[in-house]
């Protein structure tokens, strides 16, 4: 059975980077039937795509987050990681990790999300 | 860029069929993917590649797709049935993921 397990802070202050973790188990990071993703929902509101990394480390970014965003993977420990900078209010979201299908391009396995809010 | 969009909110009466669309001009090219959501809770894969299940999702819900537009069709809704449901495409470019605002179903 495939698990996706978030890890990370649950209160970031305005301006900080924000690092989450996602520990997969049941499958292995390296296959390349799929993408690692993140996605994230404020509360009260629907879900936004934020990215994604293929096994071949290559990286796919929501246009609006980009220049704040990097998505990195550690196949030794079947991880994958989210940094996203300069937080505001507005990134105050759960945050979820999910296995992507490659050519279905539809999120089969969620992980159950972590509470991320941003406040001084 | 390109997006998807769904109407906010939808109603059915118990046992009856509902139908929830998703809206964008990358639907023309691209199926889209169905998700359940219910409050506190991650959403979970109902439809997939324009009308497939995974395992364990009841044969109810079904989906289908014509031009711009895909629709999941649950026929003999079920109390349970009462959640939001989400959408997602690939953008034009076949890169990115598009999801729809969300349908908040309500079964009266």
Request: one cysteine or more.
């Amino acid at each position: 059975q495939v698990q996706l397990q978030e890890s990370g802070p649950g209160l970031v202050k305005p301006s900080q980077t924000l690092s989450l973790t996602c520990t997969v188990s049941g499958d292995s990071i390296r296959s390349g039937d799929y993408f690692w993703s993140w996605v994230r929902q404020p509360p009260g509101k629907g879900l936004e795509w934020i990215g994604y990394i293929y096994y071949s480390g290559s990286a796919y970014y929501n246009p609006s987050l980009k220049s704040r965003l990097s998505i990195s993977m550690d196949t030794s420990k079947n991880q994958f990681s989210l940094k996203l900078s300069s937080m505001t209010a507005a990134d105050t979201a759960v945050y979820f990790c999910a296995r992507l299908m490659v050519y279905a391009m539809a999120f089969d396995y969620w992980g159950q999300g972590t509470l991320v809010a941003v406040s001084s | 860029s390109s997006e998807v969009t769904q109407d906010p909110a939808v109603s059915v009466a118990l046992g009856q069929t509902v139908r929830i669309t998703c809206q964008g001009d990358s639907l023309r090219s691209y199926s889209a993917s169905w998700y359940q959501q219910k409050p506190g809770q991650a959403p979970v894969l109902i439809i997939y590649a324009k009308n497939s299940r995974p395992s364990g999702i009841p044969d109810r819900f079904s989906g289908s797709s014509s031009e711009n537009t895909a629709s999941l069709t649950i026929t003999g809704a079920q109390a349970e049935d009462e959640a939001d449901y989400h959408c997602t495409s690939r953008d034009n470019s076949g890169y990115y993921v598009l999801f729809g605002g969300g349908t908040k179903l309500t079964v009266l």
